[in-house]
């Protein structure tokens, strides 16, 4: 990739136009075959609803894409923060639910693991993307504890490894609010539905998702899972 973050060779802005536009489903984000829907849902979704209203993703966490998360996550590229905020502000604003948001917040990271990063990727974006859309980027959770990465955990062990994980932030009553979790990256949905199931707890009517990158994973379901 070349240029300022917003300028891409040839190559790397076709292979990030169809990471961006290629078929996703409504509910999870998870990319799906042109004709794999069914009443608007993956086959995933219809046979295990997930507790999040609708998601929306910037596009596949596919060679183009995915190299730009890791450059901005790992590398301390904050020149994408605006191209990945932009893109993910957009995908928002053109979802069929965007006008019943009321405010967004961010999947958290532990403290600890601040310690030995300098930002939280999740957390600059969503602040970013509450700015550009004119909504409160609220943080209502936090995480209680930490754990193994995700990476290289089974489906069942990243549900096992979140369990418990997070919680509303002391004094927070949500109300029957409708809000919008973003994260960067999502891969089973384990944390996201985690962070969902909590704010649905603590009183949101609605929880509505948003992801930088959907990684695929269906076909190693049972086995290790190498992305974020």
């Avoid at 993956?42 to 730009?68: F, H």
């Avoid at 995700?150 to 509303?168: E, M, P, W």
């Amino acid at each position: 990739m070349a240029g300022d973050g917003r300028r891409f060779c040839a190559r790397c802005a076709q292979r990030l136009e169809a990471e961006r536009t290629g078929p996703s489903c409504p509910r999870c984000a998870e990319s799906v075959a042109p004709f794999e829907l069914s009443e608007g849902l993956c086959g995933w979704c219809r046979k295990r609803p997930p507790r999040v209203t609708a998601t929306v993703r910037v596009g596949s966490y596919g060679p183009a894409l995915g190299q730009l998360v890791r450059a901005y996550k790992y590398h301390e590229r904050p020149d994408l923060e605006t191209v990945l905020s932009d893109w993910l502000t957009t995908a928002v604003q053109q979802a069929s639910w965007f006008d019943r948001i009321e405010g967004v917040t961010s999947v958290p990271t532990h403290w600890m693991r601040s310690l030995t990063r300098s930002f939280h990727p999740a957390g600059v974006i969503a602040s970013a993307v509450a700015q550009q859309i004119g909504l409160p980027y609220l943080p209502l959770l936090h995480r209680v504890r930490s754990g193994p990465h995700q990476i290289g955990l089974s489906y069942t062990d990243r549900v096992k490894n979140v369990h418990g994980a997070f919680a509303l932030r002391k004094g927070i009553a949500l109300r029957k609010a409708r809000v919008l979790l973003i994260d960067d990256v999502k891969t089973t949905g384990a944390t996201l539905g985690e962070c969902v199931k909590i704010l649905l707890r603590g009183g949101a009517s609605e929880v509505y998702g948003a992801v930088v990158a959907q990684a695929g994973w269906r076909g190693a379901l049972g086995g290790p899972i190498t992305t974020a």
